[in-house]
C-alpha cells in the first residue's frame, strides 16, 4: 500500500484540533460540571439564590452562548448591555470551537474514506503515525502553558481574555450592574481549565499508546513475512 506525507500532515493537524476542541466542548455541553459546583462553592449562600435559580440562570446564558436561544437572559439576575455584549463575543467563540469539532471529525472521517478507497495510508515519520505527532506536539504545548497557569492563573486569566477579546474590556464585570458574574467565579473557570487539560492529556496518552501499539504490531507482521 502506498504512503502519503501530505495524508500524515493533514491527519495530524485534524486529529489535533478534534482532541483540543472536543476538550473544550466538554465543559460547555456537560452542565452537570457546573451545577456539581454550586453547594461545594456555596453560591446560594454568597448570592442569595436558590439553587434551582442559580441552575436557571446558567442554563440561559449557556443557551444563549451555544446559540440555542437568539436573546441574552440570566434568570432572575439583572443583566447590563455591556454585559450582554461581553456574552455574544463569547458565544461567537462557542460556536466558533463546536464548527471546529465537526468539520476536524468530518474530516478525519473523509480521510479515512478516500484513503480506503485510493488504497493509501499516511507516512509515517520517523517511525510514528499521524496520531502519535499530535498527541505529542499537543501535550508538548499544553504542559508548558498549564504549567505557565499553574505559577499564576490570575494573570493567565487576564491574558486569556485580552487574547480572546482584543480591545476590549467588557469582560470585566461590574457584580452591582451584571450580578451574574458572582455565579460563576474563578474557582469555576479554573476548574474548566483543569478540566480540559485533563481531557486532553488523556487523549494524547491514549493516541500515542495506540500508535505504540500499533507500531509494534506492525513490526511484527514484518518479521513474519
Not at 1 to 15: N, Y
Not at 112 to 135: D, N
Not at 143 to 150: C, D, E, K, N, W
Not at 160 to 186: C, Q
Request: hydrophobic share 55%; with cysteine.
Amino acid at each position: 500500500m502506498k504512503t502519503s506525507k501530505p495524508l500524515s500532515l493533514l491527519s495530524a493537524l485534524l486529529t489535533a484540533l478534534a482532541v483540543l476542541s472536543g476538550s473544550i466542548a466538554a465543559p460547555l455541553l456537560c452542565r452537570p460540571f457546573y451545577y456539581a459546583h454550586i453547594g461545594p462553592m456555596g453560591l446560594a449562600e454568597y448570592v442569595g439564590l436558590t439553587p434551582e435559580q442559580i441552575r436557571q440562570a446558567f442554563d440561559q446564558v449557556m443557551d444563549f452562548c451555544l446559540g440555542l436561544r437568539p436573546d441574552f437572559a440570566a434568570g432572575v439576575l439583572p443583566w447590563s448591555q455591556s454585559g450582554a455584549d461581553h456574552f455574544a463575543d463569547v458565544r461567537r467563540l462557542f460556536l466558533l470551537n463546536l464548527r471546529v469539532l465537526a468539520l476536524s471529525l468530518a474530516g478525519l472521517l473523509l480521510l479515512l474514506v478516500c484513503s480506503r478507497l485510493k488504497h493509501v495510508r499516511p507516512y509515517c515519520f520517523r517511525g510514528r503515525g499521524p496520531g502519535f505527532w499530535a498527541a505529542a506536539g499537543l501535550a508538548a504545548v499544553f504542559l508548558v502553558v498549564g504549567g505557565l497557569a499553574a505559577l499564576d492563573f490570575d494573570r493567565a486569566f487576564m491574558i486569556f481574555h485580552a487574547i480572546s477579546f482584543p480591545g476590549k474590556t467588557n469582560w470585566l464585570f461590574d457584580w452591582r450592574t451584571d450580578p451574574v458574574i458572582l455565579i460563576l467565579p474563578e474557582t469555576f473557570f479554573r476548574n474548566c481549565a483543569l478540566l480540559i487539560l485533563a481531557l486532553v492529556m488523556l487523549w494524547c496518552a491514549v493516541l500515542i499508546f495506540a500508535d505504540l501499539w500499533a507500531g509494534k504490531r506492525r513490526k511484527q507482521r514484518g518479521q513474519s513475512l
